[in-house]
T-cell receptor
């Protein structure tokens, strides 16, 4: 089955700096890669996703890149703000029954 | 939390008791899921259902049971057979791929279960 590794497990940045979170996956058939943001005590919220037919996708300060050959994808957050502090999860799916396999999560702390 | 509700938010039970967690969605989604999240950990799939009256075991189904009698509802029962039930439980839903969905899963706010 699919295995998703996520790094780093914790990340601390200064407000205004950029943050990068990386994930690798094992199943070459995976073709859908969402990123979720989870605030304390709440359910995860989808913030951006990418499919295997594109290499990069942007939404304001957030971007995701995908390298299918190397089987890794990354979340980039620019101009970080304190409200970006949360746990971020990557996931991968080969769209077989809508199943997602999640990474272990990254706790991002943005210092004012 | 748009359209997916979980109740209660906090639940306390004595060891050995069965407990049922509620999950309801008004998004007309076909597929529903239950995940377990332990402190500092990722999400692990317990059960999922792609259609009414049908459900499949996930990676950690032992000690749990589900039903899917209605499209809108997917309750999870944590039985006394679950050895370590204290955790944060998350319900999610998605439009089935066969119905034109794209794979996105949307999560409810979660239920924190504590077994005393």
């Amino acid at each position: 089955g699919e295995n998703v590794e996520q790094h780093p497990s914790t990340l601390s940045v200064q407000e205004g700096d950029s943050a990068v979170i990386k994930c690798t996956y094992s199943d070459s058939a995976s073709n859908y890669f969402p990123w979720y943001k989870q605030e304390l005590g709440k359910g995860p919220q989808l913030i951006i996703d990418i499919r295997s037919n594109v290499g990069e996708k942007k939404d304001q300060r957030i971007a995701v890149t995908l390298n299918k050959t190397a089987k890794h994808f990354s979340l980039h957050i620019t101009e970080t703000q304190p409200e970006d502090s949360a746990v971020y999860f990557c996931a991968a799916s080969n769209n077989a029954g809508n199943m997602l396999t999640f990474g272990g999560g990254t706790r991002l702390m943005v210092k004012p | 939390d748009g359209g997916i509700t979980q109740s209660p938010k906090y639940l306390f039970r004595k060891e050995g008791q069965n407990v049922t967690l509620s999950c309801e969605q008004n998004l007309n989604h076909d597929a529903m899921y239950w995940y377990r999240q332990d402190p500092g950990q990722g999400l692990r799939l317990i059960y999922y259902s792609q259609i009414v009256n049908d459900f499949q075991k996930g990676d950690i189904a032992e000690g749990y049971s589900v039903s899917r009698e209605k499209k809108e509802s997917f309750p999870l029962t944590v039985t006394s057979a679950q050895k370590n039930p204290t955790a944060f439980y998350l319900c999610a839903s998605s439009i089935d791929l066969a119905s034109g969905g794209a794979g996105e899963q949307f999560f409810g706010p979660g239920t924190r279960l504590t077994v005393l």
